[in-house]
């Protein structure tokens, strides 16, 4: 069974270039999540989709992100315009919400800097 | 206080002995808890949820203490594959909240 799979693996752009990360969650999931993980702030949840609805999109840090989940099998993660200080690496993970939200699974990451 | 907070270590323990490590949550309606494990450059991986009862897998002893408000993690007779980092985390039932880590190093 595929696990999360999250494209592009790795990401180098200009600062002012658009990003968009790419996730396909579990099949049969149905909430997804994205993060991004630094080393100075640690693994920082940004929005989380539930039947493809979002739910909480406290964490997004400004207008400069968007995330939409157009069906149940695919999410995208958008930054325009990048900044240098959002090189991090962005974890997608689903979950099944009639089961546990804490019991995530997740991709392998996009490693995105931008210089 | 910090939401979740962890000792972020590095923890340098000999292979065969027992490690231990703490999480420390602040609110007090947090409603389950789960250790992950991340190795270097990799994504988190559930390690074991963490039930009021307390859980065993393995070499492995995850509790709960509410009254303290920490769960914690015990590692018996570590491997030298038990070295990452062991990530708590709290579900608040609004919120789930990673914590930073704690780094284990297992030497040989």
């Known amino acids: 069974d595929a696990g999360v799979i999250q494209s592009p693996r790795h990401e180098v752009t200009e600062m002012g270039q658009e990003v968009t990360l790419r996730c396909k969650p579990i099949?049969?999931?149905?909430?997804l999540f994205w993060y991004r993980q630094t080393m100075m702030r640690g693994l920082e949840l940004l929005i989380y989709?539930?039947?493809?609805?979002?739910?909480?999109d406290s964490g997004m840090p400004e207008d400069r992100f968007s995330a939409k989940m157009p069906n149940a099998s695919f999410s995208t993660l958008k930054i325009q315009p990048s900044e240098p200080r959002d090189s991090a690496v962005y974890f997608c993970?689903?979950?099944?919400?009639?089961?546990?939200?804490?019991?995530?699974?997740f991709g392998p990451g996009t490693r995105l800097t931008v210089t | 206080r910090k939401e979740v907070e962890q000792d972020p270590g590095p923890f340098n323990v000999p292979e065969g002995a027992t490690v231990a490590f703490n999480c420390t949550y602040s609110n007090s309606a947090s409603q389950s808890f789960f250790w992950y494990r991340q190795d270097c450059r990799k994504e988190p991986k559930l390690l074991m949820s963490v039930y009021s009862s307390g859980n065993e897998d393995g070499r492995f002893t995850a509790q709960l203490n509410r009254a303290s408000q920490y769960i914690s993690l015990l590692i018996r007779d570590s491997k030298l594959s038990d070295s990452a980092t062991y990530l708590c985390?709290?579900?608040?039932?609004?919120?789930?909240?990673f914590g930073k880590g704690t780094r284990l190093h297992i030497l040989p």
């Open positions: 993970a689903s979950s099944w919400t009639s089961g546990n939200l804490g019991e995530q699974y």
């Open positions: 989709f539930n039947n493809n609805v979002p739910i909480d």
């Open positions: 099949s049969g999931h149905n909430s």
């Open positions: 985390v709290v579900n608040s039932g609004d919120k789930i909240i």
